[in-house]
């Protein structure tokens, strides 16, 4: 299982980088506007920072809601360095943007998934990755993982390639259930990575091991 960071913090991503077990990154408008990155110029060359940390697929999210615009965008994002991934909603000229992407050798990440019909879809028109939302669907009393299970059910069963990317992943536990689940990659905050080392048995553990070499050794 792969594991991205959701942040376009660059503290964030050096330090989860620094961990040794990143394999990526993830970036959406919403998160780039957290780190106040205005202009286009601003946000490629902070594309460019993310990409020299991580040596991993970045999503880079065009803005464009229409086919053509997206297109321009896709290209000018891929253009930026090899590691990036070109982020499109999964509404139909998005669709039709994977196609072409994936038609010309551009990775994909469709995002904004909250169905098993619109991965089936994403899959179809040859995304790299599908990114359904977990918090997203918790949030409306709906099962979240389920849905992540689901596709990977449905990817598995027809054969599709397209890596399934559990996003809005909000805590700890929605990193293991999404494991369970079978998920390819998940995008996390730091905080809920981190607390995959939480055990109070390993620090207990740990402790008791230092006493016992100290008592023995000084
Ligand atoms: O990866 C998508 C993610 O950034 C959305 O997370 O917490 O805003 O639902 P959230």
Redesign the pocket.
């Known amino acids: 299982m792969k594991f991205f960071i959701?942040t376009a913090n660059l503290d964030q991503i050096r330090e989860a980088y620094g961990m040794g077990v990143l394999d990526g990154v993830?970036?959406?408008p919403?998160?780039m506007a957290k780190e106040g990155i205005k202009g286009v110029e601003n946000q490629h060359r902070h594309y460019v920072d993310i990409c020299n940390i991580v040596q991993g697929d970045v999503s880079a999210e065009v803005i464009a809601t229409g086919y053509e615009g997206m297109i321009e965008e896709g290209e000018e994002l891929a253009a930026l360095n090899p590691h990036i991934v070109v982020k499109v909603p999964c509404i139909a000229d998005g669709i039709k943007a994977v196609k072409y992407f994936s038609e010309k050798g551009i990775r994909t990440n469709c995002?904004l998934v909250f169905s098993v019909g619109q991965a089936l879809l994403a899959a179809k028109a040859g995304a790299t990755y599908v990114?359904p939302?977990v918090?997203?669907l918790d949030?409306i009393c709906e099962d979240g993982v389920a849905l992540v299970g689901k596709i990977v059910e449905m990817y598995r069963y027809y054969g599709y390639d397209t890596q399934v990317l559990a996003?809005?992943?909000?805590h700890t536990a929605h990193i293991i259930r999404c494991i369970e689940a079978g998920a390819d990659v998940a995008?996390c905050?730091l905080a809920a990575i981190k607390g995959l080392l939480n055990h109070p048995l390993t620090d207990a553990g740990l402790m008791k091991f230092l006493e016992d070499y100290k008592r023995v050794n000084g």
């Open positions: 959701d993830t970036t959406n919403s998160l995002t990114s939302f918090g997203r949030d996003a809005s992943i909000r995008t905050p």
